[in-house]
């Protein structure tokens, strides 16, 4: 039996029978590491001495018949920008390549208190920054669908990892679709919860408030195990939601019928590959099918959500970035003249094209005189954005979209024209502004390459998106 392609539910099934340990499942997973991950680069750092630790810590609990967790003896990847305590956290930047914190991001903690085995930290687009995981001041993935191909951003990565079979599962961030578009190109289940349902506290900041860490994993049951186990209040993250937490696997229920599901036309424009539509609308006939009442409606404002996105992002971008000055932590250069030639150089030699290119744009927006026609418009085009959503979820209990106008691109292809990288995003970044839950998963193929369908819910309307998304994949 090759262990590496079991789901999470799967091994855990297989781990409380006592039919597989947790450390030959480890093994198995780190053997798959070093034979597939030369090819793809979905990990910065692997972990196995740490990994094997863990795993035999669960294996002397399942020997002693001891209840564990379903994600106990697992063996699962965390994106390079998560904290991590003892194991280096780069963002994929030559400006953290050292880095070493000194505490656990509370999802980390969460993750080990369930008894989790983390194997590795996966490569991003640095800081988050980007849709292909080109921007790694390292090395660039490759989607294990087709290596000559991107796989997504900026949680490529993790993506990559759980499709390559080299994690069982891994968490992401999202802050425009970096979850959710990984998701769709290399053929997995990707969940951008509602903000502030998964605590933010020790994930490094690109845009505070669009950020959310979720998870990328191999179906739907593994999605909702996951948000399990990361979900709920923190009192560290000052945006975290005091709400309960349902147990998601009781949505998991294959049964869609009476549900009012919402097609916006406005996510079905030029430019969309005519394979992702077909796609898409197959998966929408299949709802049809299972009995769930379907009509179009519009999102009039979503042809602003991409300029308004490219002005907040970038903003809140240039106050997060502004800590890295070469004194506290991370790269400091060595050739300064004085304390102020010391920060030029040091963000000069430590970032790289891409987090220059949006410390500059937000810079720009926030500096006196263009505040009020940049920034505050691009929160006021938010604040319609999220009222479209309100507006559309009084008649429709979710909103289904294609994740990307696209299949995976060529790497190489979209560098060199930032907008072409940027409109990548465009069906994603509505999401985050408007802090609405969101959900990929896979729906087709065009030539061999994966498509991923969007399903959008109401605030903390994840246990729907579950649902959906679980009837969808049995169906299929």
């Known amino acids: 039996m090759e262990l590496y392609k079991l789901t999470v539910h799967e091994a855990h099934e297989l781990l409380t029978k006592k039919q597989i340990t947790s450390v030959e499942l480890t093994r198995s997973v780190l053997e798959r590491i070093a034979q597939v991950d030369p090819t793809i680069r979905a990990y910065i750092t692997v972990t196995p001495d740490l990994a094997l630790e863990q795993a035999q810590r669960v294996d002397e ?27 280096r956290t780069t963002c994929a930047s030559r400006i953290l390549e050292n ?17 989790a085995v983390i194997v590795g930290k996966t490569n991003l687009d640095e800081f988050a920054m980007g849709s292909s995981t080109e921007n790694s001041a390292f090395f660039p993935t490759r989607n294990p669908r087709d290596v000559e191909r991107v796989p997504g951003g900026s949680s490529g990565g993790s993506a990559a990892a759980v499709a390559a079979d080299i994690a069982i599962a891994a968490l992401g961030s999202d802050t425009g679709g970096s979850v959710r578009l990984p998701a769709s190109f290399c053929g997995v289940v990707g969940l951008k919860p509602t903000y ?95 009995g769930a009442q379907v009509g179009e409606t519009s999102m009039p404002h979503t ?86 959503f309100d507006e559309a979820f009084q008649k429709f209990d979710v909103l289904v979209a294609p994740t990307a106008p696209t299949v995976a691109f060529k790497i190489g292809e979209r560098m060199a024209n930032p907008m072409a990288m940027y409109l990548t995003d465009i069906f994603t970044l509505t999401a985050n502004p ?43």
């Open 61 to 87: 609990k399942l020997a002693k018949g001891e209840r564990v967790s379903p994600l106990a003896g697992i063996p699962i990847a965390v994106k390079d920008n998560i904290c991590t305590k003892g194991v």
């Open 99 to 115: 880095f070493v914190p000194p505490y656990d991001a509370t999802v980390a903690r969460q993750l080990r208190a369930l008894d």
């Open 196 to 290: 502030g349902r998964v605590s933010r506290y020790g994930l490094v900041a690109f845009a505070s408030s669009l950020d959310q860490i979720g998870p990328l994993t191999k179906d739907i049951a593994d999605c909702a195990l996951v948000m399990n186990g990361i979900a709920g209040y923190d009192r560290m993250d000052s945006t975290s939601l005091p709400e309960p937490v349902p147990d998601y696997t009781k949505a998991l229920v294959p049964d869609v019928r009476g549900l009012r599901v919402g097609v916006p036309r406005e996510y079905f424009v030029a430019g969309i590959e005519p394979g992702v539509e077909k796609a898409v609308r197959g998966a929408i006939d299949r709802l049809v099918a299972l």
């Open 303 to 388: 042809k602003y959500a991409l300029a308004a996105y490219y002005i907040i992002a970038p903003a809140e971008a240039s106050t997060n970035l502004a800590r890295y000055d070469g004194i506290k932590y991370g790269f400091s250069t060595r050739d300064a003249t004085d304390m102020l030639d010391g920060y030029f150089k040091t963000r000069q030699q430590g970032f790289g094209p891409e987090v220059k290119r949006r410390i500059m744009l937000g810079t720009y927006a926030l500096s006196a005189g263009y505040y009020d026609a940049y920034y505050l418009k691009a929160e006021k085009v938010r604040t319609l954005i999220k009222h479209d």
């Open 434 to 476: 408007a802090g609405v839950p969101a959900l990929a998963l896979p729906c087709g193929q065009v030539e061999g390459l994966p498509v991923g369908l969007q399903i959008f819910g109401k605030p903390l309307g994840e246990e729907t998106l579950l649902r959906v998304g679980y009837a969808l994949e049995q169906a299929h």
